[in-house]
């Protein structure tokens, strides 16, 4: 399904002129450097074909012959690759290899019958140079730069504005080649498209995936005998036809390429994704779930906004109830590329799902916070420090396929923002969000006929004993601090972690601190408030437990934020917030 899915993608995409699908045989490469050749060969400039500054510069992508795929052996590219390669230059590696990674670099051109071409001409004067690599010295800091980077170059005849492997008849003689590797080979039976075809022995490979071997890995190889059966080699196991191997493995190149807006990285999953047919969430699923650009930081919040107005009223067309839309999360492992989850729908299916998720996680804030938050800031919530390296490895793919599949948060997210809290002694906002979208979607997978457990805002009736000893809590320390402002350490910092987890332990001795600190208070008429505020919490807690369990420390810690926020949120706000 995967693959049939992204050979539909690529037969779309090179359908459409404007799609930027290279076709079969080729493949569009950044070449950072050109050198351009006059008719007898001669080197006339080497030119630069980056733009940019910093991290930004980009080298022009170029359409030339597909890269040959290199494991310890010598195989040189059609026309274009690195000085080792094309100019037999040093740069890294032993002398006598570069003299042999050279030759097979002259010997290809060579044996490309195409002797009329003005452009191969010019290319086979210069090869033939005995002094090539001292002439392209004297263009100066711009061959020592291509020198030193090791960047592939390419080929340019004087006076064309395309490289070499472009002009018509090498083009046409690259595509003749193509098309008799395809007639002469054994037939066999593609098991992706259903037809009878050559199989790929060995697939293309897939590059882009964070985390894995920057030569690229595979999703499909046979590499050892515990993967064989009946004496096939390689691809012959799982018969897939040439065409349908580059077309599946170019649409992914495409989709992973740097600065793809079908593209983000969502924990150690690089996840992509695309339509059936050409929709609007392609290039808006990002903004939903990832970061917002510095330069429009209200990107995601404009967009889930959208998404809510869309699904609230309705308003999907026709269409969209039939497009499938296709997700897929990729991993590193090794030399091959593990498919972390996969998910089909319809893009007003997939749309409905991304705006429950956004619904779930809704809660009260304070004023310069987002109203919404990318998926990326609600998991570093609960890794140590706050860093993406420390979040268990599979946590981002599994809440992925949750949201996705509008399954229950995993029980995994909703252990890390506990311990998480107990660790900081204390409830932020994204984990807040968390917890209480991991709550709610439980409680409404076990029962979809219930009401909403934990609100957006606070609830003064829910009589949960974790969520009232979490409101309990809340009121206490605001007593204290506002006992002894300034306080260098509160009831928080000290005792969050055991009041969460073991009340009995804690909330004897802070509620007979609280006599102490209400004693402080010279506002008495606000000592009357918190007091009667406290009783009506008391009134629906008989003991105090000596365990909770993990929901009630996740309700814990929800009635805790929420009777925070209440303490900074004027009366007609929190109704507003409640009634959104």
Known sequence: MILQALKEYYDRRAADPAGEMA???????????????????????????????????????????????????????????????????????????????????????????VHADAGMQAIRGFLALPDKAAVLAGFGDVWTELVTSGAFLAFRLAGDDILI?????????????????????????????????????????????????????????????????????QGANAPVGKGTAFAYTTALNHLLRRDSPQRLLVGDATTVFWASRDNPLESQFAAFFGESPKDDP????????????????????????????????LAPNAARIAVRFWHVGTVAGMSTLI??????????????????????RLLVATAPLGKADNLAPNLAGDTMRAILGGLPYPLTLLQAAVRRNRAEQGVTYPRAALIKACINRAARHANPNVKEELPVSLDPDNPNVGYRLGRLFAVLERIQAEASPGINATIRDRYYGAASGTPVTVFSTLMKLKIHHLAKLENRGRAVNLERLICEIMAGIQDFPAHLTLA??????????????AFFTPKSDATVTQEA
């Open 298 to 329: 209200d990107r995601n919040t404009q967009a889930v906004a959208g998404l809510l107005r869309a699904v609230e009223s309705g308003a999907f067309p026709a269409v969209d109830r039939e497009t499938r839309f296709y997700v897929l999360g």
């Open 23 to 113: 076709p079969e045989g080729w493949e569009w490469k950044e070449i950072p450097y050109v050198v351009v050749l006059s008719p007898d060969g001669m080197p006339l400039t080497i030119e630069e074909t980056s733009e940019g500054e910093g991290r930004q510069r980009r080298a022009k992508p170029f359409l030339v012959p597909q890269a040959v795929k290199r494991t310890v052996s010598v195989a040189a590219n059609l026309l274009w690759d690195n000085p080792e390669y094309a100019l037999g230059v040093v740069v890294k590696g032993k002398p006598e290899r570069v003299a042999e990674q050279h030759a097979a670099f002259r010997d290809r051109i060579e044996a490309f019958a």
């Open 552 to 565: 009630d420390q996740g309700r814990f810690a929800i009635g805790y934020y929420h009777q925070t926020q």
């Open 165 to 233: 492997s472009g002009r018509p008849a090498v083009r046409t003689a690259i595509d003749a080649k193509v098309r008799a590797s395809t007639e002469s080979a054994r037939p066999s039976r593609c098991l992706v498209t259903g037809e009878s075809c050559v199989a790929q022995s060995l697939h293309p490979a897939i590059k882009g995936v964070a985390g894995a071997n920057t030569t690229g890995g595979n999703i499909i190889s046979f590499n050892l005998d515990a993967f064989r059966s009946f004496g096939k080699e």
């Open 355 to 376: 705006a429950q998720h956004f619904l779930d996680t809704r809660i009260i804030h304070g004023p310069k916070e987002q109203d919404t938050l990318s998926l990326f």
